[in-house]
Antibody
Framework: EVQLVESGGGLVQPGGSLRLSCAAS????????MNWVRQAPGKGLEWVSY????????YYADSVKGRFTISRDNAKNSLYLQMNSLRAEDTAVYYC??????????????WGQGTLVTVSS | DIQMTQSPSSLSASVGDRVTITCQAS??????LNWYQQKPGKAPKLLIY???NLETGVPSRFSGSGSGTDFTFTISSLQPEDIATYYC???????FGPGTKVDIK
């Protein structure tokens, strides 16, 4: 059974840092690209960052570029999101999501339960 | 950047009704369009990929169609457990639509 379990969320002051982790199990983690998606309270889904299976390709949403860093450790079956210079508008539930692909395109086929990040003084 | 719009933003329908949600892209995205269901307090769940392909295990009352810029998501017979917010997502830049909240009338 595919499982994705996020951790590391919490309350942080504006300008602070936080590192999120996503522990994967039930599939060959090193074969899949992964993503972080967030959802501010009462708002819609916002894609945050993408990392390919080998970490060779990385993308960020403009809203987090230069502040957030995505990484992975395939030996530990883990995905990370280092978040620096946090702002109030980064307050959200952060989900990790596995990227599955058909012959033509890709989609997020498994999601974790999410971890809440609150940026407030 | 490709922008996604969804309509309506919310709807109320009766059990057994046919429900239709539309998603429009600002430029041609071929069939690179996915649909997700998110129930309150839960993570999103993939329902449809590549515009019309039903994810394994998803009930057949859910369907999708369209290509290019205009896409449709349909629930053929609304069930109480379908109460959720539905999001489209285009794969080109991974952007999600704003969502459609579906309630029971």
């Amino acid at each position: 059974e595919v499982q994705l379990v996020e951790s590391g969320g919490g309350l942080v002051q504006p300008g602070g840092s936080l590192r999120l982790s996503c522990a994967a199990s039930g599939f060959t983690f090193s074969s899949y690209s992964m993503n972080w998606v967030r959802q501010a309270p009462g708002k819609g889904l916002e894609w945050v960052s993408y990392i390919s299976s080998s970490s060779s390709t990385i993308y960020y949403a403009d809203s987090v570029k230069g502040r957030f860093t995505i990484s992975r450790d395939n030996a530990k079956n883990s995905l990370y999101l280092q978040m620096n210079s946090l702002r109030a508008e980064d307050t959200a539930v952060y989900y990790c999501a596995r990227e599955g692909c058909s012959s033509t395109s890709c989609y997020f086929d498994y999601w974790g339960q999410g971890t809440l990040v609150t940026v407030s003084s | 950047d490709i922008q996604m719009t969804q309509s309506p933003s919310s709807l109320s329908a009766s059990v057994g009704d046919r429900v239709t949600i539309t998603c429009q892209a600002s430029q041609d995205i071929s069939n690179y369009l996915n649909w997700y269901q998110q129930k309150p307090g839960k993570a999103p769940k993939l329902l449809i990929y590549d515009a019309s392909n039903l994810e394994t295990g998803v009930p057949s009352r859910f369907s999708g169609s369209g290509s290019g810029t205009d896409f449709t998501f349909t629930i053929s017979s609304l069930q109480p457990e379908d109460i959720a917010t539905y999001y489209c997502q285009q794969y080109d830049n991974l952007l999600f639509g704003p969502g459609t909240k579906v309630d029971i009338k």
